[in-house]
């Protein structure tokens, strides 16, 4: 007997973030995140900071897009869910994870537009606990600004007080591992609704 599960393609979830140092805390947090959603039964893309830096800054004016630019934007438009990741420079997100961002205009006049509809993970790492508090909130407007639906957990590592990862980068901090499980169970859940109301009208569409 055929599984109808196998016809059903797994979620896209895109992961966008880190600093401009491979294997910040910022990165890995987004990448614990993106594995608890495998978990879950999501195939997962990353780009990290030092994609991120190698990206021109975004003109609107010109339309050329690099190599990096152009893949980001094709994960974009797949993708049904995201976690963005940003340290908190001057009570707001980086500059570098910013012009990733404002990439995401080029999505302006797709069917779906920019990242409507989508569950968004959110993480943010800083020194102190102010600066996670005010990054998160300029994180979420920037996520509602493009339409998406921020998780009501938002992940905040005060690099002042924590340090999360072991000399092998295995996340060893309880309650930041917690908090990557509880975002990713957010984000599918989301995923998952979204995709029974669609195919509810697609049903009713037919009938």
Same mark, same amino acid.
């Given at each position: ?62 339309p050329e897009r690099s190599e990096g630019q152009r893949a980001m934007v094709a994960a974009v438009r797949e993708a049904q869910g995201f976690v963005i990741g940003t340290p908190?420079?001057?009570?707001? %997100? !980086?500059?570098?994870?910013?012009? #990733? ?8 006049? +797709?069917?779906?537009?920019? @990242? ?7 993480? %943010? !790492?800083?020194?102190?606990?102010? #600066? ?8 979420? +407007?920037?996520?509602?600004? @493009? ?26 901090d309880e309650g930041l591992a917690t908090a990557t499980r509880l975002q990713a169970a957010q984000i599918m859940a989301h995923v998952s609704g979204t995709r029974l109301h ?10």
């Open positions: 007997m055929t599984d109808p599960q196998a016809a059903v393609p797994r979620p896209h979830i895109v992961g966008i973030g880190g600093t401009t140092r491979a294997g910040s805390s910022t990165e890995r947090l987004v990448r614990a995140v993106l594995a608890e959603c495998e978990g879950l039964g999501a195939r997962t893309s990353m780009f990290p900071g030092p994609e991120l830096l190698a990206m021109p800054h975004y003109n609107p004016d010109d908190g420079y001057h009570g707001s %997100v !980086s500059g570098l994870v910013k012009n #990733a961002i404002d990439l995401i205009e080029d999505t302006r006049t +797709d069917p779906r537009v920019y @990242l409507d509809g989508c569950p968004v993970g959110q993480i %943010v !790492s800083a020194a102190g606990w102010q #600066a996670t508090g005010v990054t998160l909130s300029a994180l979420r +407007d920037i996520i509602h600004s @493009l339409r998406g639906w921020p998780t009501p957990i938002g992940i905040a590592l005060n690099s002042m007080v924590q340090r999360p990862f072991d000399a092998a980068g295995e996340l060893v669609r195919d509810a009208e697609a049903l009713a569409a037919r009938a």
